[in-house]
């Protein structure tokens, strides 16, 4: 992603940082939407799903990722005041652990009957599995929607640091 961000900027074509946040919003969205899909569309009768699937998420999340966990840290060393710098940087790895408690709870809620670690209701599993991606999916798609549109306004915030 440096690659092209960095492509574009000789271009003068380089994306905002919200922008650019707003892409790696969408995109993680977009790679649970892939899992949504498939859950709804592609499983056979064991009610599995291809494996090209997970490599397509996996794709989509980690553009994702690139578009926010490098861009985020930068923007917190140019944004933040020099004499907490370190500070505010500690508090950005510190979301990282509301993330992973987020992760938690939505592994719990994904969760389904097993008997000696086998499902017992493979069916509901995918439906549960397809719904709650779906949410997430859509939710992070929404956001980053959301944020591409208010964008203008949050890089009139940012006093020109870009």
Request: a positive charge; charged letters at 10%.
């Amino acid at each position: 992603m440096a690659a092209l961000w960095v492509w574009l900027a000789k271009r003068n074509a380089e994306p905002s940082t919200p922008v650019k946040f707003s892409f790696g919003l969408m995109f993680v969205g977009l790679g649970f939407l892939v899992l949504m899909w498939a859950a709804g569309n592609m499983a056979n009768a064991d009610f599995r799903v291809p494996l090209l699937f997970l490599f397509l998420t996996y794709f989509f999340h980690t553009v994702g990722e690139l578009c926010l966990s490098p861009v985020g840290l930068s923007m917190i060393t140019k944004l933040s005041v020099g004499r907490v710098v370190g500070l505010m940087m500690g508090v950005w790895f510190l979301s990282s652990s509301v993330a992973h408690i987020a992760a938690g709870l939505i592994a719990k809620a994904t969760a389904t009957d097993t008997v000696a670690g086998v499902v017992t209701d493979r069916a509901l599993a995918l439906e549960t599995y397809g719904s709650i991606f779906g949410t997430i999916g859509w939710v992070g798609v929404g956001v980053g929607v959301f944020l591409l549109l208010i964008s203008p306004i949050l890089k009139k915030g940012m006093a020109g640091v870009h």
